[in-house]
């Protein structure tokens, strides 16, 4: 049978030319496509997460920049971002696999060095989808013991290693056990997603309009005047403000990652429904050094409680927590399909790994830190390396056939996104102040070296041998073309002569 001359004859749906575009690239679909358009939005939104997680780290907002940074560093953020998506997104459409970065710069880069900055590459995406994964868990668990302490101030358990470690690991098998059990019906994932989608979009609803109607209504609470919303500026780091200013750009920049699994107009709703969130706080921010400074450490709680009141806010918080533990279900679900197309033969260990992470509660809070900001970190490296490899191997060399094309747009686009992940990729390794104590240190770039040592070694023990062999690929090609030949995905409106 002649595919090429057969598909032109009569029109193919999305899953067959999906399907053949992976068997171009010597890849068979092994894993079914059951997320549509909306499900996929209701993945990115909850994925993204922007107005939930601006909420679970308004502490460094408020003292790297304060109102300015949150607010109009966002604004910076989201525009170089969007342009980080939609330069990924030009070359996703002319390569979709599910290796993503790490294919596009090999196939751009047909050298060497090439195959070996892209094995590099596609573990610095897994070792960010990995982080990323684990700060949701901790940062659930620090809001379920934070709960306590909203009820008795004096309680020291939330600050108690192995209790948040526990907390931690039952989370880490909750998850894991819904992921698990739910790939075995086809449906209930996608399902779950566009639940979690619908909740989420609810629930930013309900903390505005509560928060917003508390400081109303209440005779002793007021709103901030917008001299302080929208220029107010706060340092209490020791950096100079022009440092701040970049450090300040963290928040953001963690509310908006992990795009690169899904849509981009993901980037476009979640900066939006973040910035009403962050203006609709610090608009009813009522004692600012206390919710800084809050007995929980989570100046969100404790700025929900002053407004709303202990009961209401209680209320508000376990949804909070659940609804957070929904985008966690939507962050392993990523990150474990990006393991598979990494390496089948890891599939368990995005199982394991947050769970070990979580082993360091028992440790050092400073060292735990470190790893949860290494997934903004390494996901933007992640997104930075091809889209450089695109533009020193030239835009012409992309694929043609992509249905996405930026055009004239191209190399502005490419060009602000790489600058943007140079520049975060340093600013955010920096400590929260000059001369830090062995506790204040930003241990980021330990944790980011460690990683990179694990890489290099898998790369010296097998990775140089069998990483995208040349050989075997174009085998593959002839093999997973005939299988989508031989047996077409059901959807399939192709027939064999």
Known sequence: MDVEHDTARKPIDQDTHDAYDLAAFGHDQSLSRSFNIWSMLALAFCVLGTWSTFAQDLSDGLINGGPVSILWGLLLVTFCNTCVAVS????????????????????????????????????????????????????????????????????????????????????????????????????????????????????????????????????????????????????RTGWPDGVVWFIGLVQAAYGLTAFDAVIYLAVLSGAASGFVLMMVCLFCIQKLDKVIDSPTGLPFMELVQETVGLKGSAVLMALFVTNGLGQGVSILTTASRLTWGVCPRWWTAIQSLPRRVGVLFLFAETVLNAILSVSTIALTISYG????????????????????????????????????????????????????????????????????????????????????????????????????VNNPPASSAIKKD
């Open 385 to 484: 390396l091809p889209i450089a490899t695109v533009m020193v191997k030239g835009r012409d060399q992309l694929p043609p056939g992509g249905h996405f094309r930026l055009g004239k747009f191209g190399a502005p686009a490419n060009w602000v996104s790489i600058i943007y992940c140079c520049i975060t990729s340093v600013f955010f390794f920096f400590p929260s102040s000059p001369n830090p104590s062995g506790s204040d240190m930003n241990y980021a770039i330990a944790v980011f070296g460690v990683m990179l040592g694990i890489a290099l070694s898998f790369w010296t023990l097998q990775g140089r041998r069998t990483y995208l062999n040349t050989e075997e690929s174009f085998a593959s090609v002839i093999q997973a073309q005939d299988a989508i």
């Open 88 to 235: 990924l997104g030009e070359i996703c459409s002319s390569m979709p696999t599910a290796l993503g970065q790490a294919y596009w710069i090999h196939r751009l880069w047909g050298t060497p060095w090439g195959r070996f900055v892209s094995y590099m590459c596609a573990w610095i995406n897994v070792f960010g989808w990995w982080t990323l994964a684990a700060s949701q868990i901790a940062f659930m668990t620090n809001f379920i013991l934070g709960m306590k302490v909203m009820f008795n101030v004096e309680w020291t358990g939330a600050s108690m290693g192995w209790l948040e470690f526990v907390v931690y690991i039952g989370l880490v098998f909750l998850l894991t056990l819904i992921n698990v059990m739910g790939c075995r019906k086809e449906k209930f994932l996608p399902w779950l997603n566009n639940f979690v989608g619908v909740w989420f979009f609810g629930l930013f609803f309900v903390f505005c309009l509560a928060l917003l109607i508390s400081v109303g209504v209440r005779s002793e609470l007021a709103f901030q005047p917008g001299s302080f919303v929208f220029g107010r500026w706060i340092n």
